[in-house]
């Protein structure tokens, strides 16, 4: 079995690092807020990080910070394959690139995912009650697959992705596994994105499999991000994880 081990000591408020062991496998390294008080049924945010940055990249610490000491949410975040506490040379999006070209890339990290939200439900106990996922860029990447693959979400925030610009493969890899997803979505878009372009990113929103979507685009760059729409996927993420939320259709020409 797995074990996790936890790095430095615990303190109020503040993420606690993690390894999780796994004989000769990878380790799985990432970091875990907690609120007051947890149980059982404490809700549970998972994000995953864009390909230049880790566990800690922003906007994870902002949300981190936020949906524990205003929603009572825990946070999990782990770092990417060859990212953070698992940094292989040169890092960031050129080990990322070489990590891409393994068989299996993509299901390994998916595996990750659910290793983590294993060992954190045995050590601690929270991961019982409503999950919501948050991940931009390589965040979609690896979430998109990870969302399909069943691990009980009930939102998620998506985004800076499309399906040009990967490779075929792995587009129409993303594709088949948007489909598969049917919950709320946020989806965010960067108009001017020098990493995918707006055809890719249509694309990919069309083929999400939910009726509840929400497709945000803006102005700028590729991590150009307006503050107010990380404000905006804090409160669409804390609504439903708090409950469900009807989505109302409001149409005037109708009366």
Not at 92 to 118: C, F, N, P, T, Y
Request: aromatic share 6%; proline share 6%; charged share 20%.
């Amino acid at each position: 079995m797995a074990t996790l081990q936890w790095l430095g000591t615990a303190s109020d408020g503040a993420p606690r690092d993690f390894r999780i062991g796994r004989g000769n496998a990878r380790p799985v390294t990432g970091a875990l807020w907690l609120p007051p008080n947890p149980h059982a049924e404490t809700p549970l945010l998972l994000c995953g990080h864009g390909a230049s940055g880790d566990r800690y990249q922003a906007p994870i610490s902002y949300l981190g910070k936020r949906m524990t000491r205003e929603q009572g949410v825990a946070v999990l975040a782990i770092d990417g394959p060859v990212h953070g506490l698992r940094h292989v040379p040169p890092g960031g999006r050129e080990a990322l690139r070489v990590e891409m070209q393994r068989e299996g890339a993509v299901e390994d990290m998916v595996g990750d995912w659910h290793e983590a939200l294993e060992a954190v439900r045995r050590d601690t106990g929270v991961g019982a009650g409503r999950i919501a996922y948050f991940g931009l860029s390589m965040g979609s990447i690896f979430g998109i697959p990870l969302l399909a693959s069943g691990i009980g979400v009930h939102a998620a925030t998506l985004g800076l992705l499309g399906t040009w610009g990967l490779g075929r493969a792995l587009g129409e890899r993303l594709a088949r596994d948007a489909a598969a997803i049917d919950i709320p979505v946020l989806f965010l878009m960067q108009l001017e994105d020098e990493l995918f372009n707006r055809k890719g990113y249509l694309e990919l929103f069309d083929a999400l499999g939910s009726a509840d979507k929400r497709l945000h685009a803006n102005p700028g760059l590729h991590p150009e991000i307006p503050a107010e729409e990380i404000d905006f996927a804090f409160e669409f993420l804390a609504r439903r994880l708090a409950g469900e939320v009807r989505r109302g259709i409001v149409n005037p020409l109708a009366e």
